[in-house]
């Protein structure tokens, strides 16, 4: 994020009363008025944000009164930054954009910094691409600027790795990241330096197949992450990191230290009032005694996290809906900029036809004007009936999610009661059916998380689904009598919410009965799993090196229920499916949609 530009202490009632009365006297300086403005607005900000916006606009207004370029420029980030403090994305990209165009006109070196800040809002409002667009430009803008401070070099390196972030582009988070420590060190920015080692951890986490020496070092760099935090005081940070370490020690295989981790994030979250911490908290917790066999406390806390979501969820919907208008009027206004720059544009080569024509096109130019302002008239009637068409869309797509979100907190509850059911059960075959119930349900509930979670509602990116089915199967599964490696190799093919669904039910079946029956007896084994587009389909390879068939023409128990699933499954996608040998040990299965 931008710099925090403090002149004065936010929300001090006396401070706000000394500066106010300073800006009345009649014979104050215009100097020493602009800096009393800014400081004024700057204290304003948490107590009364549209005051404050005017108090800083009049500041800007002086600035601009006196020609004094800098002090223009310097007002509208202060703006700048405030307005993204308060959210409020659509005035911050307006100063934002505003700062960007005075400090190209008078050849200021601050338009890296408006630049970067119109990404930071492009993120904000989900807009990544766009984001991405505005760091890139901002990189190639400061690099044109001598004497950037190095605390101000390395934010907008780490800006970069967030943003890669989001996207999912570890490779490019680790470069940045990377990139921005020696310039954190360099500045002594403790804040920065968790940043970086936070983000560093992150990325190892992520990296598929996870190893021993990857989620080492995710959890090496986390902890550096949390001490630094802790020593400084960030307390939201230290939250966020104790979650990110709590889920890498669980990983780990380390219950009892991910409890740990949890509880510290759960106190902090709780502390600071960041219900959406508390509900993250209570998962991680729930997980982790489930790990240790508490089954009964780990019902409970699962529960308590569900309700949590359940109750931001209905309070947000409100807030939800506002944020998509924000993104269409973030994205208008850029329009908009674009529009009357194109206008501006056109203009001047308008003047200049004119004054060559003028003698003898005084007709023309009345027809001109009277097309002209038809043609900015339907343009204004366009604009308002694509607010209108904004709106509903933004309306139909919260109330979609909520239908997601519904559908996949129930479809987890009925998972949760069959664990629940299964754990008071003496036969084991009951057990295991219930157990496979259970998974099926699970892979269903993900599919919408995924939609609920997504910026469109009728695709599911398969790569990002199956790796986190897999990930899930694979914690699952695993026993501590054998090391199974999982691989994958997964193409990103996009397809509608009923096939993705369909889809996943089909690898559930088949990796889970990989899991149970084709290493049996054996201490180690490797799965892989291949996901491929093909031109009017896709093909599917789940391949072990396990124990094999029975006989080479032997289908593997054709009449079990988990393979009648699975033909049946294959059926409804229209698509054929396979079963071989492989040379010398394993099964080798194909489902291929041509």
Not at 16 to 27: G, M
Not at 362 to 383: C, D, N, P
């Amino acid at each position: 994020m931008p710099a925090e530009n403090s002149l004065a202490s936010p929300g001090d009632s006396a401070t706000v009363d000394s500066l106010r009365a300073v800006a009345r006297r009649p014979q104050l300086p215009d100097s020493v008025r602009f800096q009393t403005l800014r400081a004024l607005s700057d204290a304003l900000f948490a107590q009364d944000e549209p005051e404050a916006r005017r108090v800083g606009e009049q500041a800007v207004q002086l600035a601009r009164h006196r020609r004094d370029w800098p002090g223009m420029a310097d007002g509208l980030y202060q703006l700048v930054v405030n307005c993204e403090r308060a959210a409020d994305y659509v005035a911050a990209m307006r100063y934002s954009q505003e700062g960007a165009g005075v400090a190209r006109v008078h050849q200021l070196p601050d338009e890296w910094r408006f630049t970067q800040c119109m990404g930071l809002v492009a993120v904000d409002t989900k807009d990544v691409r766009g984001g991405l667009k505005y760091m890139r430009q901002a990189y190639q803008q400061q690099g044109a600027v001598g004497n950037v401070p190095p605390r101000e070099r390395g934010g907008l390196l780490l800006n970069l790795a967030n943003t890669f972030l989001v996207m999912q582009r570890y490779d490019s988070v680790l470069h940045y990241a990377t990139r921005a420590l020696p310039y954190m060190q360099r500045a002594r920015d403790a804040r920065g330096l968790g940043y970086v080692y936070q983000f560093r951890g992150e990325v190892y986490a992520m990296i598929q197949p996870q190893t021993a020496g990857t989620l080492d070092s995710a959890a090496t760099n986390m902890n550096r992450a949390l001490r630094i935090m802790q020593r400084h005081g960030f307390r939201p940070q230290t939250a966020s990191s104790a979650l990110a370490l709590a889920r890498v020690y669980r990983l780990q295989g380390l219950p009892a230290v991910s409890q740990r981790m949890a509880e510290l994030a759960l106190a902090l979250a709780r502390e600071l009032k960041m219900p959406d911490y508390e509900a993250d908290a209570l998962a991680n917790l729930a997980w982790a005694h489930a790990d240790q066999g508490q089954l009964r406390r780990s019902f409970d806390l699962d529960n308590r996290a569900q309700d949590l979501r359940d109750s931001l969820f209905n309070g947000d919907k409100a807030q939800a809906l506002a944020q998509l208008q924000v993104r269409y009027d973030v994205k208008l206004l850029t329009e908009q900029k674009r529009a009357a720059e194109f206008e501006q544009r056109g203009q001047r080569a308008q003047l200049h036809s004119l004054w060559l024509l003028l003698g003898g096109l005084t007709t023309t130019i009345g027809v001109g004007s009277w097309l002209y302002w038809r043609l900015r008239r339907q343009k204004a009637l366009l604009a308002v009936a694509n607010q209108a068409n904004c709106r509903a869309v933004a309306e139909k797509e919260v109330l979609l999610q909520e239908i997601h979100h519904r559908v996949k907190n129930n479809l987890q509850l009925v998972s949760g009661l069959l664990g629940w059911q299964a754990t008071t059960l003496p036969e084991p075959a009951l057990v295991a059916a219930l157990t496979a119930s259970r998974d099926r349900i699970q892979s269903m509930a993900m599919v919408h998380e995924f939609l609920y979670q997504a910026d469109n509602l009728a695709e599911v990116r398969m790569d990002q689904y199956l790796r986190e089915l897999l990930d899930s199967l694979k914690i699952a599964l695993t026993t501590a009598k054998q090391n199974i490696e999982l691989s994958m190799n997964l193409a990103p093919v996009i397809m509608s919410p009923k096939e993705a669904s369909t889809l996943g039910l089909v690898v559930n079946e088949i990796v889970t009965n990989a899991y149970k029956h084709a290493f049996q007896g054996l201490a180690q084994g490797h799965l892989h799993v291949s996901f491929a587009s093909r031109p009017t389909g896709f093909q599917l390879t789940i391949a072990d090196d396990g124990t094999g068939m029975p006989a080479q023409d032997a289908p593997v128990k054709a009449h079990s229920l988990g393979m009648q699933l699975v033909r049946t499954l294959t059926k409804q996608l229209k698509a054929k499916l396979v079963v071989t040998r492989s040379f010398p040990t394993g099964t080798h299965m194909e489902v291929t949609r041509e």
